[in-house]
Antibody
Framework: EVQLVESGGGLVQPGGSLRLSCAASGFTFSRYWMSWVRQVPGKGLEWVANIKEDGTETHYVDSVKGRFTIARDNGKNSLSLQMNSLGVEDTAVYYC?????????WGQGTMVTVSS | DVVMTQSPLSLPVTLGQPASISCRSSQGLVYSDGTTFLTWFQQRPGQSPRRLISKVSNRDSGVPDRFSGSGSGTDFTLKISRVEAEDVGFYYCMQGTHWPITFGQGTRLEIK
C-alpha cells in the first residue's frame, strides 16, 4: 500500500524551530518529486515546498524562503521540512504529498502550533 | 503568482442532482511540454485531500465516473453528474504549471 506518514508536529514558541518528517512506503520513493502543503484549520490549502527526485532542485513559496528547508533521504525513503524562525502565521496542519505538480498521494498531516 | 479563482464558494445541492464548480486561472496553464497541470482535489470533513482529477480531465483510479473535469486555457470545470451524500466536503483546484504552485480558495459542497 502506498503510504505517507508525517511526524514531528507540536507546539513551539514564536522564533523557534521544528523539523517535520514524512516516511514513505509502498512505492519507489527516489523516482518522485515530493511536496509539503499546509492548511490553517478551517482554511484552504497552501503549497509550501517541493523537491526533485534526486534532491538537486527545490522550490519554496515566498513566505517561507530563507526559513524553511526541504530535504530528502532516498536511502531511508524519508522527506523532511526544517522550519526555523517560526511565526504564528506558520500555525497549520502540514501534509507531505507525492509528486511536485500533481500531488497524487497525501499523508494524514501533522499539526504545528506556534504560540507563546 | 497565478491566482486561481473558484466559484461558487458554497454549493448546496439536492441529492441526485448535478453540480458544477468553476476554476479560473489568471494565466494560461500550459507547461513547456504541452501538459496542462490543472488538478482537482476533494477534502471530506476531517480527512486529508484526495486527488480526483489530474491534467484537467484524467480521473484517478477509484474515483467514481460521476466526477469529470474539463476546460482549457484559463477556464476549467469540475462536474458531478449526480451528487451523493459522500460527496460532501471541500473541492479545490490547483495549478502546478507555474511556480509557486497555487490553489483555489475551495468550494464547499453541501446537501440541500
Amino acid at each position: 500500500e502506498v503510504q505517507l506518514v508525517e511526524s514531528g508536529g507540536g507546539l513551539v514558541q514564536p522564533g523557534g524551530s521544528l523539523r517535520l518528517s514524512c516516511a514513505a512506503s509502498g512505492f519507489t520513493f527516489s523516482r518522485y518529486w515530493m511536496s509539503w502543503v499546509r492548511q490553517v484549520p478551517g482554511k484552504g490549502l497552501e503549497w509550501v515546498a517541493n523537491i526533485k527526485e534526486d534532491g538537486t532542485e527545490t522550490h519554496y513559496v515566498d513566505s517561507v524562503k530563507g526559513r524553511f528547508t526541504i530535504a530528502r533521504d532516498n536511502g531511508k525513503n524519508s522527506l523532511s521540512l526544517q522550519m526555523n524562525s517560526l511565526g504564528v502565521e506558520d500555525t497549520a496542519v502540514y501534509y507531505c504529498a507525492r509528486l511536485g505538480r500533481q500531488m497524487d498521494i497525501w499523508g494524514q498531516g501533522t499539526m504545528v502550533t506556534v504560540s507563546s | 503568482d497565478v491566482v486561481m479563482t473558484q466559484s461558487p464558494l458554497s454549493l448546496p445541492v439536492t441529492l441526485g442532482q448535478p453540480a458544477s464548480i468553476s476554476c479560473r486561472s489568471s494565466q494560461g496553464l500550459v507547461y513547456s511540454d504541452g501538459t496542462t497541470f490543472l488538478t482537482w482535489f476533494q477534502q471530506r470533513p476531517g480527512q486529508s485531500p484526495r486527488r480526483l482529477i489530474s491534467k484537467v480531465s484524467n480521473r484517478d483510479s477509484g474515483v467514481p465516473d460521476r466526477f469529470s473535469g474539463s476546460g482549457s486555457g484559463t477556464d476549467f470545470t469540475l462536474k458531478i453528474s449526480r451528487v451523493e451524500a459522500e460527496d460532501v466536503g471541500f473541492y479545490y483546484c490547483m495549478q502546478g504549471t507555474h511556480w509557486p504552485i497555487t490553489f483555489g480558495q475551495g468550494t464547499r459542497l453541501e446537501i440541500k
